[in-house]
């Protein structure tokens, strides 16, 4: 397996290769790496000739500091996972690698539709601005055929949707399901901060998604966010940031939600980390 370190590194490699012939999968991540990731890997490999696996912490994405420094990085951890994908290569920039000047660093001109304004966008300001900003770098540096995101990240998904139709339409963006831990919580590289108590207390954040979506099936959406919102509150290990329903396609508000097409919501905070999940009604 091969790990580059510089943008040098990666164009001289992707020089050699014959790109009428050979098809570049790839998958963005910032470490820390979990089952979810290797799955993405996994099926980007099976894909595609050759993948890119970037490990790169986006400062430009981070609205805080402190989460920027706490977030989890172990780089010889992730390359022993990654070791065993025998047409993987590996890209771990450094700042400059991405960000040569400032100029680097203006978020892409593109009309996202709102799709930025709710949820992660109203709640962590300038975050999607960093996505977006990363992401076109990574993908004017990479250029893949296809790049790989997981289901999570939901609104971060339609946000790079969006990108690569405005930016990049040679690159098919794919979608994976949310892998779960046997008590339903979402991977995430955060859970590493979790004590075991706190992953017990964060798995319950998927059975709140599952009443919502249960309970909305027989009362109305308000109804049934209202009832587990309560229900949420009165959870003393778990500090709720938002419950919400949403358009699948637009994240209008469910108010104006159309037929068959909804999704639940939710990032909360267990032990002080941060977590999101999502669920299709």
């Known amino acids: 397996m091969k790990v580059f370190h510089s943008n040098s590194e990666l164009d001289f490699w992707s020089a050699n290769l014959s790109k009428d ?14 089952l979810g990731h290797l ?15 970037s490990i790169y912490v986006n400062p430009t994405q981070f609205n805080n500091s402190e989460d920027l420094a706490k977030y989890p990085r172990d ?3 992730d390359l022993k996972l990654l070791s065993k994908f025998p047409n993987l290569v590996v890209y771990h920039p450094s700042d400059k690698d991405i960000y ?5 660093k203006e978020p892409p001109k593109i009309d996202l539709k709102g799709l930025e304004k709710v949820m992660e966008g109203a709640n962590r300001p300038g975050h999607f601005e960093g996505v977006t900003t990363v992401v076109k770098r990574l993908f004017e540096i990479v250029r893949p055929q296809k790049a790989y995101f997981g289901l999570k990240d939901y609104q971060q998904y339609l ?29 995430s590289s955060r859970n590493e901060q979790l004590s075991n108590s706190g992953l017990i207390q964060a798995a319950r954040l998927n059975n709140y ?18 009832k587990i919102i309560g229900e949420i509150e009165l959870d003393s290990n778990i500090s709720l940031e938002y419950l919400t329903i949403a358009d699948a396609e637009t994240l209008s508000d469910y108010n104006q939600l159309k037929s068959k097409a909804g999704m639940v919501f939710i990032a909360a905070w267990v032990e002080n980390i941060r977590l999101i999940d999502n669920m299709r009604l």
Do not use: W
Request: hydrophobic fraction near 45%.
């Open 21 to 34: 012939t050979l098809s570049i999968g790839f998958v963005p991540t910032m470490g820390a790496l979990h």
């Open 159 to 187: 946000i790079v949707k969006r990108l690569a139709d405005s930016y990049f339409p040679e690159i098919e963006i794919i979608a994976n399901e949310i892998i779960r831990s046997e008590k339903g919580l979402a991977l």
């Open 39 to 53: 799955k993405l890997i996994e099926r980007a490999c099976l894909e595609n000739d050759y993948v890119v696996c």
């Open 75 to 77: 780089l010889e951890k």
């Open 209 to 226: 998604l599952r009443q919502v979506v249960s309970m909305s099936r027989n009362y109305s959406i308000h109804s049934a966010l209202e």
């Open 100 to 104: 040569p000047t400032d100029d680097f």
